[in-house]
């Protein structure tokens, strides 16, 4: 089997991209609100990199822009390092266990579980599961606004952070 | 061996690291919430979010809190010696619930017999059943529950008794008996089970029987069994 060499991504590269994600994530927060539902860039970025990159470094990652996110946005301090952390352990797995090519649309498929699955892991620890059901339409738009914003910024992150 | 599964290990360690952080912030957080209503991490959560959880989330604080007021208010009020507030931990989702079960037990204190009244003072029943930290309450509704109760205008004493679905029968009241719809029935204090003057419920419908010398009476409970969350047990 012929593999193909992937170019490593560069350090500053990430790190200027989930700089961009946290700007964009601030942008969209107050500027491209759908039905009153924000995007998030951040965990757009998250996927990205742990379908392509997984490991150890995209966990650190995960952990590190989950805790910054909740320092510098909203929420309890730890429950996005632990939804993203989560996930990102989750798309590398899948990806590996069902050998999933890096294709443009599984991709898209994993951000929109990945959306669906954060809001459902906010919920339980905002101790408020007993809404998920009543908001099942909601968490349906986050996780495809997502996914459509990925596809629009897709090329833009494979070329920046892979060459 | 160990590096093999370095990934998962990197993983728990971010969990626990990540619920270690939560746990410590959400601790002084909650102590917020319940003093102002809502915390701003959590409001900026769900405002950012646009998912309409504030709201909801907000009402089911408000809801809680005007329940344990109210509850606090009918315990200073209570003249009773002993007062303990616990929480429904289970209950029959269908129909009417002829049991529930507290999370209080014998660590706090709690003895059979005791009474248990809701947040407005109406009276659920008594406690059943005693276990470390969870007690079991028969209800009003229970088929084996019987109280004596007073027709407060009247003045007349019965006894209600349970088994009948979401409803209360008085019973051995004479024909005579001058009861009427939207009476309201308290406890007679007769029985050393239940003090007296507790509300019990209204009459809900009043029937002459030809076989027998007593009234047919039906009583509706003024506890809502289904929103029950939060009780007073005393003695």
């Not at chain 1, 990945?114 to 996780?143: C, D, E, M, N, Q």
């Not at chain 2, 308290?186 to 029937?207: A, E, F, N, Q």
């Amino acid at each position: 089997m012929i593999r193909v060499k992937k170019n490593p991504p560069h350090l500053p590269n990430i790190l200027l991209a989930l700089l961009l994600s946290f700007v964009l994530q601030w942008v969209g927060t107050k500027y491209l609100r759908l039905n009153k539902i924000a995007p998030d860039f951040i965990l757009i970025f998250i996927i990205f990199f742990s379908f392509h990159s997984g490991g150890i470094f995209a966990l650190s990652l995960s952990f590190g822009a989950g805790l910054l996110q909740n320092i510098l946005y909203h929420g309890l301090i730890g429950t996005n390092s632990f939804s993203f952390c989560l996930i990102s352990y989750l798309i590398t797995f899948l990806k590996n266990k069902l050998q999933i090519k890096e294709g443009f649309w599984p991709q898209v498929i994993f951000v929109f579980l990945g959306s669906f699955l954060y809001v459902i892991f906010s919920a339980i620890f905002y101790r408020t599961p007993w809404v998920l059901g009543l908001l099942i339409p909601k968490i349906l738009i986050f996780s495809i606004y997502n996914s459509l914003l990925f596809t629009l910024l897709f090329w833009g992150l494979k070329k920046g952070i892979y060459g | 061996m160990l590096w093999r599964y370095r990934k998962e290990i990197l993983l728990s360690f971010f969990l626990l690291l990540a619920s270690f952080i939560g746990i410590k912030s959400s601790n002084c957080k909650i102590l917020w919430v319940k003093e102002n209503e809502t915390s701003r991490p959590q409001k900026e959560f769900f405002s950012h979010k646009g998912i309409e959880l504030e709201k909801i989330f907000i009402n089911e604080l408000l809801s809680e809190n005007r329940r344990l007021y109210e509850i606090l208010e009918l315990k200073e009020k209570s003249s009773c010696s002993f007062r303990k507030v616990a929480r429904v931990i289970r209950m029959e989702s269908v129909g009417w619930p002829t049991g529930i079960l507290l999370d209080s037990g014998r660590e706090q204190s709690i003895k059979k017999g005791m009474t248990v009244l809701d947040q407005n003072g109406s009276l659920v029943g008594r406690v059943a059943k005693v276990n470390e930290r969870t007690s079991l309450v028969m209800t009003l509704l229970h088929p084996g529950s019987k109280v004596s109760g007073l027709i407060q205008r009247t003045r007349e004493v019965g006894i209600l008794s349970g088994g009948h679905p979401g409803i209360l029968e008085l019973n051995y009241l004479p024909k005579e008996s001058e009861a009427r719809r939207g009476d309201i029935m308290l406890t007679s204090g007769l029985s050393t089970l239940y003090p007296k003057g507790l509300p019990i419920g209204r009459v809900l419908k009043v029937r002459e029987a030809n076989s027998s010398f007593f009234l047919k009476i039906t009583v509706n409970p003024a506890v809502s069994f289904s929103k029950l969350e939060e009780v007073l047990i005393i003695q």
